[in-house]
């Protein structure tokens, strides 16, 4: 390769982390990095100052102008809108080196949704990739101050998960591979044991496929509709573990094909939350078949 291309090469990890973050798409967020890279190609190399803050600054205002595009798209979107889960069933994957340690889970996504383009781009910049507010202020052409509001605003209409961070691993995978044996025997009580009293349930089926047009909050409902599947597909219903968004999550299979992508938020040894991606045009980029 050549030196320019070595460059955005290192580069193209965190571009790319940058990128899916403000849009949830994994498509979106490649051509979001293509195009940065049309405009490297073009651009006078030897006038770059930082290389890495050049590319930076053109990703995250190439995804403002695409994640403006999307919105009116997205407030059109039947059900509710669930980012395009990133799934790994080998950790030695690719993917692993596109930042996955960092807030990736779908919760978070989630809850960046709430913001609007600037203000996702701010919080993420400072919160999440520690640009100072000087680096922020350059790359979206803004004011410190400006920008110092931006995040706070921000900070406050995301409220982040107070536990996520708190949860190992380790008993994460634990809780959910006894959430997958007891959904696999469709044994209701030990379902419902593993669940929170508080426990949400946001499915994604983008009127696609039938999905939940609320948010579930009902702990035996939630306990039923697992139990549940196995009565309405005897001997289909296929649960496998897999890294959904950086953090251990299933997948569920009927038939052999691929139904959705599960994202769990875990605290104090129970689940409190669920996302189910089941819109299959978020799921092109996991196996669909066992």
């Known amino acids: 390769m050549t030196e320019p291309a070595v460059l955005f090469s290192a580069q193209r ?11 949830g798409i994994r498509a979106d967020a490649e051509d979001v990095v293509q195009d940065a890279w049309l405009r490297w190609a073009q651009t006078d190399h030897a006038a770059v100052q ?41 950790e030695r ?5 596109a930042e996955m340690a960092s807030d990736l889970s ?7 949704e709430r913001l609007g383009p600037e203000e996702r781009a701010a919080f993420l910049l400072r919160q999440v990739f520690d640009h100072d507010y000087a680096e ?32 190992a691993r380790e008993a994460h995978q634990s809780l959910l591979s006894a959430f997958m044996t007891a959904a696999r025997s469709g044994d209701k009580d030990a379902i419902r044991a593993l669940l929170a009293e508080n426990i949400e349930l946001v499915g994604d089926g983008g009127g696609k496929v039938p999905s939940f047009m609320d948010i579930l909050r009902d702990l035996d409902r939630i306990a039923e509709l697992y ?64």
């Not at 798209?73 to 980012?83: F, M, V």
């Not at 994957?93 to 080196?97: D, F, M, R, V, Y």
């Not at 350059?138 to 931006?150: V, Y």
């Open 50 to 90: 930082s290389v890495q803050a050049w590319l930076v600054t053109i990703v995250t205002r190439l995804a403002i102008d695409r994640l403006r595009a999307a919105q009116a798209e997205r407030e059109a979107y039947i059900g509710w809108w669930l980012p395009e889960p990133l799934v790994e069933l080998d």
């Open 106 to 112: 779908v919760a978070f996504m989630w809850l960046l």
């Open 227 to 290: 139990w549940g599947m196995l009565d309405k597909f005897p001997g289909q219903v296929e649960y496998r573990m897999a890294t959904v968004n950086g953090e251990p999550g299933l997948l569920r299979y009927i038939g052999g094909k691929l139904e959705s992508a599960q994202a769990f938020v875990i605290d104090q040894g129970r689940i409190t939350a669920i996302y189910a991606v089941r819109n299959p045009d978020k799921l092109a980029g996991v196996p669909m078949a066992l």
């Open 13 to 23: 990890p965190r571009l790319f982390a940058i990128a899916y973050r403000m849009l």
């Open 136 to 167: 922020v202020a350059e790359i979206l052409g803004k004011s410190e101050a400006s920008c110092r509001q931006l995040v706070h605003r921000a900070a406050e209409r995301v409220q982040r998960e107070k536990t996520r961070n708190q949860v």
């Open 93 to 97: 994957t690719p993917e692993s080196a």
